[in-house]
């Protein structure tokens, strides 16, 4: 670092002495009001927090209502924003997802007509990946569970590719102390052949012409600005500058004729992170994939959406597809491009669920309430104070009183969380067991009570 930052060595490491800022990005899918709160400049609807809160024990923060995402993450935004400008329905790959920040980011900043592929290769965190996409309700992501290799079997397809990097983490010192106990310089070059590999992977799933977005949380150049050059080398990668303002103290590296940014934090109010977007040379062409017989998904049967189709509103904007016993939702015209996905890699999650078909009879599923474009009319919605939310959340058997039996929605603060099956002085819960909230309700309360950023 003394080599890299000269005389701002002193501040470098005295920010570092310093608590990382706290930082929200609000779902605009679900909320439009805006907070009177500081602004993260270089993102829209993004804010810091003056505390930290446990945002656990805040009811909207599981209502996907916002994501806690460090600020300099969300300078994707500016950057895909940039590098994206005339694409209509745009294809795009986060191929290291988990667990979602960036992918939620992406999915609210994609036309109607976009789709996202969420990767992870690692299970688990592939299912939280799904579960906060499913909270976000944006209906607009595929969550997969693949190796970056297996994406080669997906050529030329994507019109954008992030890759978000495994890396050695030098950005996340003062947040997260264990990154300190982790990093060795065999890691850092460890880190850097697997950058290089993933890189080289994934690189024919990119359309010529298409973006490549390279990001890590690090300052090592061996992991940063020896990347891009050696994508320029190997593969002719052309550079994309992103237009900056001073005041937001993000640094511009040189790499050849490359230009990466890399926020400092005694310079950006941020963590540290590198990022970059370069262009696949070369114009797309069709690229013909073989066709397979069988079919993965299916459009639903009319008298299967009669069930449901009321459920939805802005329906111009979805599709209906039915895939073993669940009816879900794609965004129109994907159905195609969805197949071809689901044919070659490991689906976790798909658009919404949206019903379970049981019989004759379809009942709602949690994706639904978390949609942001369920139709609430439909269903007779229960307003749970914090107290009655937080314990909704520990999947405990709460009952609505003056609900109607059956179906009943229950909200925090007007919005959206889940379903209970109320049956007389009784109600079923049907928040997923894998999403309850472990914390006692109590303690939830109290630190709920004590702050919540909105
Ligand atoms: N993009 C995420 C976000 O914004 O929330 C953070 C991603 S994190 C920096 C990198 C991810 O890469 C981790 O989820 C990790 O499990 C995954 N990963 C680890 N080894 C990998 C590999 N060999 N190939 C692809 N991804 C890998």
Same mark, same amino acid.
């Given at each position: 670092m003394q080599r890299v930052l000269g005389d701002q060595l002193p501040d470098f490491l005295a920010a570092l002495a310093q608590p990382a800022p706290v930082s929200i990005r609000l779902n605009a899918g679900k909320i439009t009001a805006l907070p009177e709160l500081e602004r993260v400049?270089?993102? @829209?609807?993004a804010y810091y927090l003056p505390q930290r809160p446990a945002?656990?024990?805040?009811?909207w923060w599981h209502a996907g209502a916002y994501y806690a995402q460090e600020?300099?993450? %969300?300078f994707l935004e500016k950057v895909f924003r940039t590098a994206t400008t005339?694409? #209509?329905?745009p294809l795009v790959?986060?191929?290291?997802?988990?667990?979602?920040g960036k992918s939620t980011l992406l999915a609210l900043l994609l036309p109607p007509v976009g789709l996202l592929v969420a990767n992870e290769v690692i299970r688990t965190r592939a299912h939280i990946l799904a579960e906060n996409v499913t909270k976000w309700g944006s209906g607009n992501v595929i969550v997969t569970n693949n190796d970056?290799? @297996?994406?080669?079997?997906?050529?030329?397809?994507?019109?954008v590719i992030l890759l978000d990097a495994p890396c050695s983490? #030098?950005?996340l010192f003062r947040k997260d102390p264990a990154a300190v106990n982790e990093w060795s310089e065999a890691n850092v070059q460890l880190c850097s052949e697997r950058q290089q590999r993933i890189l080289a992977d994934v690189w024919?799933?990119?359309?010529?012409g298409g973006i490549l977005i390279y990001s890590t949380c690090t300052y090592e150049p061996s992991e940063n600005e020896a990347q891009l050059q050696w994508l320029r080398q190997e593969y002719g990668a052309e550079g994309i500058t992103i237009p900056l303002d001073p005041a937001w103290g993000v640094t511009e590296l040189q790499s050849g004729v490359l230009t990466g940014y890399q926020f400092y934090p005694h310079r950006a109010k941020g963590e540290g992170l590198f990022m970059a977007a370069l262009r696949k040379p070369g114009t797309a062409t069709l690229v013909h994939y073989r066709k397979t017989r069988h079919k993965l998904l299916t459009p639903a049967a009319p008298r299967e959406t009669e069930l449901?189709?009321?459920?939805?509103?802005?329906? #111009?904007s979805w599709q209906w597809i039915r895939l073993g016993d669940k009816i879900q939702l794609l965004p129109s015209g994907t159905l195609e491009t969805a197949e071809l996905i689901a044919q070659r890699l490991r689906i976790v999650y798909m658009g919404v669920e949206v019903a379970e078909l049981i019989r004759t009879q379809a009942n709602p599923l949690p994706a639904l309430a978390l949609f942001?474009?369920?139709?609430? #009319?439909c269903f007779p919605d229960f307003g749970a104070d914090p107290e009655m939310a937080l314990r909704f959340l520990r999947k405990e058997?709460?009952?609505?009183?003056?609900s109607p039996n059956g179906w009943v929605l229950i909200t925090s603060q007007e919005l959206p969380l889940g379903w209970v099956k109320k049956i007389n002085n009784r109600a079923n819960n049907y928040w997923p067991k894998e999403w309850r909230?472990? %914390?006692e309700w109590k303690e939830a309360l109290q630190a709920y009570q004590h702050y919540h950023p909105l």
């Open positions: 400049p270089w993102a @829209h609807t945002f656990a024990a805040d009811p600020a300099s993450s %969300m005339g694409l #209509e329905s790959l986060d191929l290291a997802a988990a667990p979602g970056p290799v @297996h994406f080669q079997a997906l050529t030329e397809l994507f019109d983490g #030098e950005g024919d799933a990119l359309k010529p449901v189709k009321d459920w939805v509103q802005n329906t #111009e942001k474009d369920v139709f609430r #009319e058997d709460i009952v609505p009183l003056d909230l472990r %914390m």
